[in-house]
T-cell receptor, first 114, second 113 residues
Framework: DVKVTQSSRYLVKRTGEKVFLECVQD?????MFWYRQDPGLGLRLIYF???????EKGDIPEGYSVSREKKERFSLILESASTNQTSMYLC?????????????FGSGTQLSVL | GQQVMQIPQYQHVQEGEDFTTYCNSS?????IQWYKQRPGGHPVFLIQ?????EVKKQKRLTFQFGEAKKNSSLHITATQTTDVGTYFC?????????????FGQGTILTVHP
Protein backbone atom coordinates (compact mmCIF):
# COMPACT_ATOMS: atom_id res chain seq x y z
CA ASP A 1 0.00 0.00 0.00
CA VAL A 2 1.16 3.47 -0.91
CA LYS A 3 2.53 5.45 2.00
CA VAL A 4 3.61 9.02 2.71
CA THR A 5 4.79 9.42 6.28
CA GLN A 6 5.23 12.71 8.10
CA SER A 7 7.40 12.60 11.18
CA SER A 8 5.11 14.42 13.60
CA ARG A 9 1.34 14.77 13.85
CA TYR A 10 1.49 17.72 16.24
CA LEU A 11 4.34 20.11 16.92
CA VAL A 12 4.62 23.11 19.22
CA LYS A 13 7.52 25.50 18.74
CA ARG A 14 8.52 28.94 19.95
CA THR A 15 8.96 32.04 17.82
CA GLY A 16 12.45 32.19 16.37
CA GLU A 17 13.13 28.46 16.57
CA LYS A 18 14.40 26.52 13.57
CA VAL A 19 11.85 23.86 12.69
CA PHE A 20 12.28 20.74 10.57
CA LEU A 21 9.34 18.87 9.13
CA GLU A 22 10.20 15.51 7.62
CA CYS A 23 8.39 13.52 4.97
CA VAL A 24 9.18 10.07 3.61
CA GLN A 25 7.46 8.22 0.75
CA ASP A 26 7.88 4.56 -0.14
CA UNK A 27 6.54 4.66 -3.71
CA UNK A 28 9.72 5.68 -5.56
CA UNK A 29 7.94 8.85 -6.69
CA UNK A 30 9.91 11.53 -8.47
CA UNK A 31 7.79 14.50 -7.34
CA MET A 32 7.34 15.64 -3.78
CA PHE A 33 5.45 18.66 -2.46
CA TRP A 34 4.87 20.68 0.67
CA TYR A 35 1.51 22.38 1.07
CA ARG A 36 0.07 24.33 3.94
CA GLN A 37 -3.62 24.27 4.71
CA ASP A 38 -5.44 27.14 6.37
CA PRO A 39 -9.21 27.54 6.85
CA GLY A 40 -10.83 29.27 3.89
CA LEU A 41 -7.60 29.28 1.87
CA GLY A 42 -7.44 25.68 0.75
CA LEU A 43 -4.05 24.09 0.09
CA ARG A 44 -1.26 26.42 -0.92
CA LEU A 45 1.98 25.14 -2.38
CA ILE A 46 5.14 26.12 -0.51
CA TYR A 47 7.85 24.20 -2.40
CA PHE A 48 8.14 21.19 -4.61
CA UNK A 49 10.89 18.92 -5.83
CA UNK A 50 10.93 16.93 -9.07
CA UNK A 51 14.19 15.08 -8.45
CA UNK A 52 16.92 14.59 -5.87
CA UNK A 53 18.56 17.91 -5.02
CA UNK A 54 16.14 19.74 -7.34
CA UNK A 55 13.61 22.15 -5.91
CA GLU A 56 11.37 24.94 -7.05
CA LYS A 57 9.41 27.59 -5.21
CA GLY A 58 5.68 27.28 -5.01
CA ASP A 59 3.21 30.06 -4.39
CA ILE A 60 4.20 30.95 -0.80
CA PRO A 61 7.90 30.10 -0.27
CA GLU A 62 8.80 33.07 1.93
CA GLY A 63 10.13 31.99 5.31
CA TYR A 64 10.66 28.38 4.21
CA SER A 65 13.38 26.28 2.63
CA VAL A 66 13.53 22.62 1.63
CA SER A 67 16.00 19.81 1.27
CA ARG A 68 15.89 16.67 -0.82
CA GLU A 69 19.08 14.67 -0.44
CA LYS A 70 17.44 11.30 -1.10
CA LYS A 71 14.60 10.44 -3.45
CA GLU A 72 12.30 9.20 -0.72
CA ARG A 73 12.77 12.09 1.73
CA PHE A 74 11.68 15.73 1.46
CA SER A 75 12.23 18.10 4.37
CA LEU A 76 10.62 21.46 5.01
CA ILE A 77 12.62 23.93 7.09
CA LEU A 78 11.34 26.99 8.87
CA GLU A 79 14.52 28.99 9.42
CA SER A 80 13.03 31.19 12.16
CA ALA A 81 9.49 30.22 13.04
CA SER A 82 6.89 32.96 13.34
CA THR A 83 3.34 32.89 14.64
CA ASN A 84 1.91 33.35 11.13
CA GLN A 85 3.42 29.98 10.24
CA THR A 86 1.03 28.23 12.60
CA SER A 87 -0.78 25.90 10.21
CA MET A 88 -1.39 22.37 9.00
CA TYR A 89 1.47 21.21 6.78
CA LEU A 90 0.81 18.49 4.26
CA CYS A 91 3.45 16.58 2.34
CA UNK A 92 2.52 14.85 -0.92
CA UNK A 93 4.17 12.85 -3.66
CA UNK A 94 3.39 11.81 -7.20
CA UNK A 95 5.01 9.98 -10.07
CA UNK A 96 6.23 11.85 -13.12
CA UNK A 97 5.24 9.21 -15.63
CA UNK A 98 2.50 11.39 -17.10
CA UNK A 99 0.74 14.71 -16.82
CA UNK A 100 -1.97 14.81 -14.21
CA UNK A 101 -0.75 12.10 -11.87
CA UNK A 102 -2.63 12.09 -8.61
CA UNK A 103 -1.10 13.23 -5.36
CA UNK A 104 -0.69 10.98 -2.36
CA PHE A 105 -0.76 12.93 0.89
CA GLY A 106 0.73 12.29 4.29
CA SER A 107 -1.39 12.63 7.43
CA GLY A 108 -0.19 16.17 8.04
CA THR A 109 1.66 18.02 10.78
CA GLN A 110 -0.27 20.58 12.82
CA LEU A 111 2.35 23.15 13.76
CA SER A 112 1.72 25.73 16.46
CA VAL A 113 4.22 28.55 16.86
CA LEU A 114 3.90 30.36 20.17
CA GLY B 1 -1.05 33.49 -11.92
CA GLN B 2 -3.55 30.69 -12.25
CA GLN B 3 -6.49 30.73 -9.86
CA VAL B 4 -8.93 28.00 -9.02
CA MET B 5 -12.09 29.18 -7.31
CA GLN B 6 -14.52 26.87 -5.60
CA ILE B 7 -18.02 27.57 -4.31
CA PRO B 8 -19.72 27.36 -1.97
CA GLN B 9 -17.27 27.47 0.93
CA TYR B 10 -19.75 25.72 3.24
CA GLN B 11 -22.81 23.57 2.63
CA HIS B 12 -25.10 22.14 5.29
CA VAL B 13 -27.62 19.53 4.16
CA GLN B 14 -30.03 17.09 5.70
CA GLU B 15 -29.22 13.47 5.09
CA GLY B 16 -30.86 12.42 1.84
CA GLU B 17 -30.59 15.84 0.19
CA ASP B 18 -28.39 16.43 -2.83
CA PHE B 19 -25.17 18.46 -2.81
CA THR B 20 -23.18 20.22 -5.52
CA THR B 21 -19.85 22.04 -5.43
CA TYR B 22 -18.52 24.10 -8.34
CA CYS B 23 -14.99 24.77 -9.45
CA ASN B 24 -13.81 27.50 -11.86
CA SER B 25 -10.34 28.05 -13.22
CA SER B 26 -8.93 31.30 -14.59
CA UNK B 27 -7.15 29.29 -17.30
CA UNK B 28 -7.95 26.29 -19.47
CA UNK B 29 -7.00 23.06 -17.74
CA UNK B 30 -5.55 19.92 -19.31
CA UNK B 31 -7.28 17.94 -16.59
CA ILE B 32 -8.98 18.42 -13.25
CA GLN B 33 -8.78 16.31 -10.14
CA TRP B 34 -11.06 16.02 -7.14
CA TYR B 35 -10.03 15.15 -3.60
CA LYS B 36 -11.93 14.45 -0.41
CA GLN B 37 -10.64 15.22 3.08
CA ARG B 38 -12.50 13.66 5.99
CA PRO B 39 -12.51 15.64 9.27
CA GLY B 40 -9.10 15.19 10.91
CA GLY B 41 -7.77 13.42 7.83
CA HIS B 42 -5.74 14.21 4.77
CA PRO B 43 -6.89 14.78 1.17
CA VAL B 44 -7.54 11.59 -0.76
CA PHE B 45 -7.79 11.43 -4.53
CA LEU B 46 -11.27 10.74 -5.89
CA ILE B 47 -11.10 11.13 -9.66
CA GLN B 48 -9.49 12.83 -12.63
CA UNK B 49 -11.32 14.27 -15.64
CA UNK B 50 -9.44 14.88 -18.87
CA UNK B 51 -11.81 15.34 -21.79
CA UNK B 52 -13.95 18.35 -22.61
CA UNK B 53 -17.53 17.70 -21.46
CA GLU B 54 -16.54 14.52 -19.64
CA VAL B 55 -18.92 13.06 -17.08
CA LYS B 56 -17.87 10.33 -14.67
CA LYS B 57 -19.83 8.61 -11.93
CA GLN B 58 -18.77 6.88 -8.76
CA LYS B 59 -21.88 5.45 -7.11
CA ARG B 60 -23.77 8.53 -5.85
CA LEU B 61 -21.05 10.98 -6.99
CA THR B 62 -21.17 12.57 -10.44
CA PHE B 63 -18.25 14.59 -11.75
CA GLN B 64 -18.40 16.89 -14.77
CA PHE B 65 -15.74 18.75 -16.74
CA GLY B 66 -16.93 21.76 -18.69
CA GLU B 67 -16.83 22.05 -22.46
CA ALA B 68 -14.26 24.84 -22.26
CA LYS B 69 -12.23 22.88 -19.71
CA LYS B 70 -12.31 25.80 -17.29
CA ASN B 71 -14.95 24.58 -14.89
CA SER B 72 -16.03 21.42 -13.15
CA SER B 73 -18.62 20.22 -10.69
CA LEU B 74 -19.15 17.44 -8.19
CA HIS B 75 -22.71 16.38 -7.42
CA ILE B 76 -23.66 13.98 -4.66
CA THR B 77 -27.12 12.41 -4.81
CA ALA B 78 -28.92 11.58 -1.57
CA THR B 79 -26.13 12.51 0.82
CA GLN B 80 -25.17 10.23 3.69
CA THR B 81 -23.32 11.03 6.91
CA THR B 82 -20.27 9.30 5.43
CA ASP B 83 -20.09 12.07 2.82
CA VAL B 84 -19.07 14.62 5.47
CA GLY B 85 -15.77 16.33 4.73
CA THR B 86 -14.06 18.91 2.57
CA TYR B 87 -14.07 18.49 -1.19
CA PHE B 88 -11.28 20.06 -3.21
CA CYS B 89 -10.83 20.48 -6.92
CA UNK B 90 -7.32 20.89 -8.31
CA UNK B 91 -5.84 21.68 -11.69
CA UNK B 92 -2.31 21.56 -13.07
CA UNK B 93 -0.36 24.74 -12.49
CA UNK B 94 0.77 26.64 -15.55
CA UNK B 95 4.05 26.17 -17.36
CA UNK B 96 6.25 23.22 -16.55
CA UNK B 97 4.18 21.89 -13.74
CA UNK B 98 5.97 18.63 -12.80
CA UNK B 99 2.70 17.42 -11.43
CA UNK B 100 2.20 20.63 -9.46
CA UNK B 101 -1.47 21.28 -8.69
CA UNK B 102 -3.35 24.44 -7.79
CA PHE B 103 -6.17 23.68 -5.37
CA GLY B 104 -9.47 25.42 -4.88
CA GLN B 105 -10.40 26.65 -1.43
CA GLY B 106 -12.56 23.60 -0.83
CA THR B 107 -16.21 23.10 0.07
CA ILE B 108 -16.93 21.90 3.59
CA LEU B 109 -19.94 19.59 3.58
CA THR B 110 -21.90 18.93 6.75
CA VAL B 111 -24.66 16.32 6.70
CA HIS B 112 -27.28 16.37 9.46
CA PRO B 113 -28.84 12.96 10.21
Amino acid sequence: DVKVTQSSRYLVKRTGEKVFLECVQDMDHENMFWYRQDPGLGLRLIYFSYDVKMKEKGDIPEGYSVSREKKERFSLILESASTNQTSMYLCASSTRRGVGEKLFFGSGTQLSVL
Amino acid sequence: GQQVMQIPQYQHVQEGEDFTTYCNSSTTLSNIQWYKQRPGGHPVFLIQLVKSGEVKKQKRLTFQFGEAKKNSSLHITATQTTDVGTYFCAGPAGGTSYGKLTFGQGTILTVHP
